[in-house]
């Protein structure tokens, strides 16, 4: 018996040391795969976060040591620049523009694309979900020849050719004309994803919910009213966060589209930063000023962590209240 007994001992003991060796085995690999993603992180992401921070408090041009520490100044001259907050306000316009068309019309072509009985919508999906996967800076280039101030521009010479206009319109010369074309540009580009989402929450709706309020005789606008609409608040609030969040990331095609101009009346935050640490040329010249554009940097990563705060806080609102 007591053989029997050391014997079930020996045999739980070992039992117990395998499942600890396979337990710390599989933590090795877990740990071994997160490593690469966790130093480019740390390398590529973090760091970078942190040295704008450092950089901000120097007045540094991005060559030679750091050394000439000056405090707050460049957040003083920063706040006290009329640019800043004029590409402050060109990023809110955009921001609000984009928002105002995608977020609607792609609601719309879920709705439609989203019915059974609609033919080809396999095939409009697609094709609306093109523009997104094109890189935005070939979208850029591409659009400014296509709206070219000059007679070879396609829109131009249509216009032209069809005596719309007797002489060529100065699109990208206007700052209100370049504003809503870029805009409507970068909805164009975006409207795709908008779509895809909303597709997503209208395809969580059953059929049986809309079947059952139409036998208590709601009609069609009743059911998208009070059926469609309040089930689809949670994804809402998720497709008004990334859409903000695309708006602030513009510089690609503003910068291949307009360039920022004309005198700076497409110029939004995102690009200010740029040309301060790497194109002052467009700026007046001179040394780039690191330290002034990563003090430009924080404020505009501070400005998207507030938005992003407050999406996030309706979101747990919507998803509370379902």
């Not at 901000?56 to 060559?63: E, K, M, Q, V």
């Not at 921001?95 to 439609?112: H, N, Q």
């Not at 809402?236 to 513009?250: K, Y």
Request: with cysteine; glycine share 8%.
């Amino acid at each position: 018996m007591q053989q029997l007994e050391t014997a079930v001992g020996k045999s739980r003991t070992a039992q117990g040391t395998w499942l600890t060796k396979m337990k710390y085995k599989r933590y090795f690999w877990a740990y071994a795969f997160i490593l690469p993603q966790a130093i480019l992180f740390f390398v590529l992401t973090l760091y970078p976060i942190v040295m704008s921070y450092v950089y901000s408090l120097f007045d540094w041009t991005g060559i030679g040591p750091i050394n000439e520490f000056i405090g707050v100044a460049n957040y003083t001259k920063l706040f006290q620049d009329p640019l800043f907050w004029k590409s402050f306000r060109h990023t809110i316009e955009y921001i609000v523009g984009e928002t105002i068309i995608v977020i609607p019309i792609g609601f719309i072509l879920a709705v439609l694309l989203n019915n059974p009985k609609f033919k080809g919508r396999g095939f409009y999906r697609v094709l609306y979900f093109i523009p997104v996967v094109t890189t935005t800076a070939i979208v850029g280039v591409v659009m400014q020849l296509i709206f070219s101030n000059t007679n070879q521009g396609l829109v131009n010479t249509i216009l032209l050719s069809t005596h719309l206009s007797r002489q060529a319109i100065q699109w990208l010369n206007s700052p209100v004309i370049a504003m809503v074309l870029a805009i409507v540009i970068g909805s164009w580009k975006y409207i795709g994803v908008v779509m895809v989402y909303w597709l997503a929450g209208l395809q969580t709706i059953s059929e049986e919910t809309y079947e059952a309020a139409e036998l208590d005789g709601a009609n069609r606008w009743q059911r998208m009213l009070f059926i469609t609409l309040p089930m689809l608040k949670p994804i809402s609030a998720v497709v008004l966060l990334f859409t903000i969040v695309n708006g602030m990331s513009a510089f690609d095609l503003i910068m291949t589209f307009t360039g920022g101009g004309p005198s700076f009346a497409t110029q939004t935050l995102d690009v200010y930063v740029y040309n301060y640490a790497f194109n002052s040329s467009a700026v007046g010249g001179g040394l780039p000023q690191m330290g002034y554009a990563s003090a430009g940097g924080v404020c505009l990563g501070i400005f998207v962590s507030m938005i992003c705060l407050f999406i996030g806080g309706l979101v747990k609102l919507t998803n509370r209240d379902r």
